[in-house]
């Protein structure tokens, strides 16, 4: 058995609509899945990936209105890498960002560029060798050579990366590479886990920081990755149905949130691919609730909408 790579990054955010317009509009990617938090169905989970809603591209949001802005510590996500194709995409995203006000720096020894969103989560964008194929979105102003490719992995902060050691190598399968950096390849894509020393402040969990991180398994091998990281130390939740797919949850030893996702049913289970995430879609087990939840979500208007009307 061999995850392949990451899933999907859940984070937070305290304004859905300003989140939209940013990962929507100046990012480029494509929203989705509106739907609600399954755990909290009174506030909004929004996804953007690739055209397709492909897992590897899938980044999500928990909206919790007026939350205040968080800090990331020791235990959690501090960096997401995305794949760019070219040193010209980078000049391309530099002065797109700076258009919307975002200075993007470039980073010593690497062929890559770093910024905060409005909220403050950081993000990387790299021009990677990897041997993926791009997961990229269609947005009419950004060309399809400079999109978004989707993820290359991540970094978390923490104060014994050696702890983590047992359970991402012997029941994650994880490849051990130079220093502090792990990967998770399958057959169909691999990305990166990578450890920086936490800083002294304690992490403050807010809009802004990063909740969880989900790697990718086949379906029929989710109860094995639950068996084979409670052998490991973890304490794995039972499988939960998300409807558009299948996971168990645990913390890492560093303690990172990990999910293990299914790759399927999708986000097409439920609308159809040309109208992915346009109107509010609740699994079966939560229509019930739709005309008490519906009225209570701040209404969005989504940028590639506005664009094509």
């Known amino acids: ?21 940013f990962y929507a509009g100046t990012l480029g990617l494509r929203l989705v899945k509106k739907t609600v938090n399954q755990d909290n169905p009174t506030v909004y989970h929004l996804f953007y990936a690739d055209e397709k809603g492909d897992p590897g591209s899938d980044l999500t949001f928990f909206e ?19 794949r760019v194709a070219s040193a010209d995409s980078l000049d391309f995203w530099t002065g797109r960002l700076a258009d919307a006000g975002v200075e993007a ?11 905060r969103d409005p909220e403050g989560l950081e993000h990387e964008l790299l021009v990677s060798d990897a041997p993926d194929a791009p997961l990229t979105a269609d947005h009419p102003e950004v060309p ?11 970094r978390a902060y923490t104060q014994n990366a050696d702890a983590s050691r047992p359970l991402l190598a012997e ?3 994880f490849e051990e590479r130079e ?3 792990w990967e998770s390849r399958g057959d169909a894509r691999g990305s990166l886990y990578a450890y920086d020393d936490a800083p002294a402040e304690r992490g403050l969990q807010g809009a802004g920081t990063v909740h969880h991180v989900a ?56 609308e159809p691919l040309e109208s992915l995430g346009e109107k509010l879609s609740l699994p079966p087990d939560y229509e019930h609730l739709r005309a008490e939840v519906e009225p209570k979500l701040r209404p969005i208007s989504n940028p590639r909408e506005r664009n094509t009307a």
């Not at 720096?105 to 560029?113: C, D």
């Not at 379906?219 to 794995?236: K, M, T, V």
């Open 64 to 82: 919790y209105p007026d939350t205040p802005e968080g800090r990331a510590g020791a235990g959690m996500v501090h960096r997401i890498v995305w």
């Open 144 to 154: 399809a050579e400079h999109a978004l490719q989707g993820f290359d992995g991540v």
């Open 215 to 270: 790697w990718a398994s086949a379906p029929e091998e989710l109860e094995a990755w639950r068996d084979r990281a409670i052998q490991h130390g973890a304490h794995a939740t039972p499988v939960i149905d998300r409807f558009y797919f299948r996971s168990v949850y645990f913390r890492e030893p560093s303690g990172v949130l990990f999910e293990i996702a299914t790759v399927g049913p999708g986000f097409t289970v439920d």
């Open 171 to 173: 029941g994650l399968g």
């Open 105 to 115: 720096e470039r980073v010593e020894g690497l062929e890559a560029i770093r910024f």
């Open 1 to 21: 058995m061999r995850l392949n790579g990451i899933h999907h990054i859940t984070a937070i955010t305290a304004d859905a609509q300003a989140n939209v317009d």
């Open 179 to 181: 220093g502090t950096l």
